[in-house]
Each structure stands twice: as C-alpha cells, then as structure tokens.
C-alpha cells in the first residue's frame, strides 16, 4: 500500500537490476537454442550416416489389412549393431 500511495517511483538501482536478469534470461534463452540447434543436427548427420552405413537387403513383405487380401510390398531391411530392425518402403 505504501508503494501504491508514493509518487517516487522506481529508483534507477531497481531498473537496472531488471534489466540484468532479463538479459541474462535472454542470452540463457539464445544459448539454449543454439544447443538444440546443435543437436538436431548432428542427429540428423548420424541418420543419413546410419542409412547409408547400414546394410539393406531388399525383401518383400506380404501386408493383409483387415483380414483382406494379402499383397506383396518391396521393402529395404536395415538391422543395425544391437539387432534393431527398420523397413523401409522401396519404390
């Protein structure tokens, strides 16, 4: 109440405290998207490096939806060094 009632207003120390902590929350704010920016791409390197790495074979899968018909479809097998298995469709 004794703030609302004064005419002072803010003293030049508050300000500029202020302004510190919302510029050091900025550069926090910028560095952290940088490093996420960083990440994403070096994910991204690893999965072209992954895909061209790996070896594929070319397999054919037979796919039945709904209890219909069965039909052929040409997929890429990778398996990588922990015996994950990805497919991939193959044009």
Do not use: W
């Not at 202020?18 to 960083?38: E, H, Q």
């Amino acid at each position: 109440m004794k703030k609302l009632k004064s005419r002072l207003g803010e003293t030049i120390a508050e300000t500029l405290i202020t302004v510190l902590i919302a510029a050091l929350g900025m550069m926090l704010l910028a560095g952290a998207i940088v490093t996420a920016a960083r990440i994403n791409a070096s994910l991204t390197n690893e999965d072209v490096a992954f895909k061209q790495a790996a070896a594929s074979s070319l397999e054919t899968v037979s796919v039945a939806l709904d209890g219909g018909t069965p039909c052929s479809v040409p997929v890429n097998v990778y398996e990588t060094q922990n015996h994950y298995t990805y497919y991939e469709y193959a044009n």
